[in-house]
Nanobody
Framework: QVQVVESGGGSVQAGGSLRLSCLASGLTASTYCMGWFRQAPGKEREGVAA???????KYTDAVKGRFTLSFDNAKKTLYLQMNNLKPEDTGTYYC??????????????????????WGQGTQVTVSS
């Protein structure tokens, strides 16, 4: 059984940093396809960053240069380092994993419908 569990959210002032963690248990493939999505109040869920291990990454334009993905294969944990946070980064951050059409060399995507396992979300609040 696949489980996705996020941690690391919190409240920071603009310009601050947070690191989110996502543990994906139960995945048996050698390649991991995972992503971070966020949803602000009253807005649709949007893709933030995604990875196809070991090195394929994709970021939405709004976070390029500020957010960085990394994956610890030994711990089966995905990290999202968020620097220079802005108030518009506020929202619930969800980690997701996809198991269909996940293979090395395939570019990751930020399409929420393509991910079949989701965590419960962690809140990130950035104040100005």
């Amino acid at each position: 059984q696949v489980q996705v569990v996020e941690s690391g959210g919190g409240s920071v002032q603009a310009g601050g940093s947070l690191r989110l963690s996502c543990l994906a248990s139960g995945l048996t493939a050698s390649t991991y396809c995972m992503g971070w999505f966020r949803q602000a109040p009253g807005k649709e869920r949007e893709g933030v960053a995604a990875i196809t291990t070991p090195l394929g990454t994709k970021y939405t334009d709004a976070v390029k240069g500020r957010f960085t993905l990394s994956f610890d294969n030994a711990k089966k944990t995905l990290y999202l380092q968020m620097n220079n946070l802005k108030p518009e980064d506020t929202g619930t951050y969800y980690c997701a994993a996809k198991t269909l059409n996940c293979y090395g060399g395939r570019m990751p995507n930020l399409l929420s419908w393509d991910y079949n396992y989701w965590g419960q979300g962690t809140q990130v609040t950035v104040s100005s």
